[in-house]
């Protein structure tokens, strides 16, 4: 069974501050690691994801994650927040055994920024 | 061209009535999902679909009944609306071959349905 977490349901940062949304993961498997972005009434766009190799990965809009297997941790950063990042943000977990289960989501971060 | 569509956007109905809620996938994916998102942003899985084939369906009211009739399809019909299922249904599609956990889930835009 997977699970995430994300701490703190909402954070909030001032424009040009360091976004930092922390996802804890629990997989009995390797797992695949997904950050999705929700703007307000849109659906779900893929930030980024982890699978296999290098374990900071780059996604779109400037935000990176770090897989630290040790932590069982994918936590979400960008060096600078901007407005047109205020969001819903959601860690999700895959197994790495097929794609049929889908994902399991954390319960939301929501992001707001100060200007 | 929309990946993941879902029609109708938004749907208002009164408690007592059946609805669905129709999804179309143009991208070649074998796999299809119904998430329903709560009023507190919530994701969770109700149904999976693998080329046609009901995958997984977590607990969910037998008032819901997913329909694919083919592999680019998924809809989800619902008799007898509560007020509690008021929430934003997503339908989302990946390609699921094995050990493709990898891969990522499309997500149509979404369908908000409120009960009355």
């Known amino acids: 069974a997977q699970s995430v977490t994300q701490l703190g349901s909402h954070v909030s940062v001032s424009e040009g501050a360091l976004v930092l949304l922390r996802c804890n993961y629990s997989?009995?498997?390797?797992?695949?690691l997904f950050w999705y972005v929700q703007y307000p009434n849109q659906g779900l766009q893929l930030l980024l994801k982890?699978?296999?190799?290098?374990?900071l990965v780059k996604g779109i809009n400037g935000f990176e994650a770090e897989f630290k297997k040790s932590e069982t941790s994918f936590h979400l950063t960008k060096p600078s927040a901007h407005m047109s990042d205020a969001a819903e943000y959601f860690c999700?977990?895959?197994?790495?055994?097929?794609?049929?289960?889908?994902?399991?989501f954390g319960k939301g971060t929501h992001l707001i920024i100060q200007p | 061209d929309t990946a993941v569509s879902q029609t109708p956007k938004y749907l208002v109905t009164q408690m007592g009535n059946d609805k669905s809620i129709k999804c179309e996938q143009n991208?070649?994916?074998?796999?299809m999902y119904w998430y329903k998102q709560d009023s507190k942003k919530f994701l969770k899985i109700m149904f999976s679909?693998?080329?046609?084939?009901?995958?997984i369906n977590e607990t969910v009211p037998n008032r819901f009944s997913p329909k694919s009739p083919d592999k680019a399809h998924l809809n989800l019909h619902i008799n007898s609306l509560e007020l509690g299922d008021s929430a934003v249904y997503f339908c989302?599609?990946?390609?699921?071959?094995?050990?493709?956990?990898?891969?990522?889930?499309?997500f149509g835009a979404g369908s908000r349905l409120t009960v009355l």
């Open positions: 679909y693998n080329n046609k084939e009901l995958i």
């Open positions: 982890y699978t296999t190799g290098a374990t």
């Open positions: 997989s009995s498997v390797p797992p695949y």
């Open positions: 999700a977990v895959s197994g790495s055994g097929g794609g049929a289960d889908g994902l399991t």
């Open positions: 991208l070649g994916h074998d796999t």
């Open positions: 989302a599609s990946r390609l699921s071959l094995t050990g493709s956990g990898a891969n990522v889930l499309t």
